[in-house]
């Protein structure tokens, strides 16, 4: 049974979001994005609902799939890339669309323990590491 909304046609990546990353899947509530920057094992999850800011204001059925897609998301990347910790944020301060950032982090990252924004200029993939990226982390979703 299918307790979330169909996407509506009037959703639309913010522009930010569209120009920073690579789409990866689509799920059954949120769009899964890759932030192109190598640094860091980086996805981000949007809800693909129109004008939506918050998490709170999801409707309980998208709300209950996002929240499952975060965990799907956060325990691929576990086994793909085995961090020290998920960092998992819902921001919007630049960005106001609704999206979940969920990173993989290790104590020798660029901006370990801090925050990764703003640590480091991002390192865009290059067209085979971004393939094998995209490969891999859709076959964790998978297993």
């Known amino acids: 049974m299918n307790i979330t909304a169909p996407v509506p046609e009037d959703f639309e990546l913010h522009p930010q979001l569209a120009a920073d990353t690579i789409e990866v899947d689509r799920w059954e509530c949120c769009r899964v994005l890759l932030m192109n920057d190598a640094s860091y094992p ?10 939506v800011r918050e998490l709170h204001k ?10 499952a897609e975060i965990v799907r998301a956060s325990e691929a990347m576990e086994r793909l890339f085995q961090p020290v910790k998920m960092n998992v944020a819902a921001l919007g301060n630049q960005v106001p669309q609704l999206h979940i950032h969920v ?4 104590a020798d990252d660029a901006a370990w323990p801090n925050p990764v924004w703003g640590a480091a200029p991002a390192v865009p993939y290059g067209a085979d590491d971004l393939a094998a990226r995209v490969a891999a982390l859709r076959g964790a979703f998978a297993g």
Do not use: C, E, K
């Open 42 to 51: 980086w996805l981000i999850l949007v809800p693909q609902r129109a004008d």
């Open 58 to 67: 999801l409707f309980a059925g998208d709300l209950a799939f996002t929240t």
């Open 103 to 106: 990173i993989a982090r290790f």
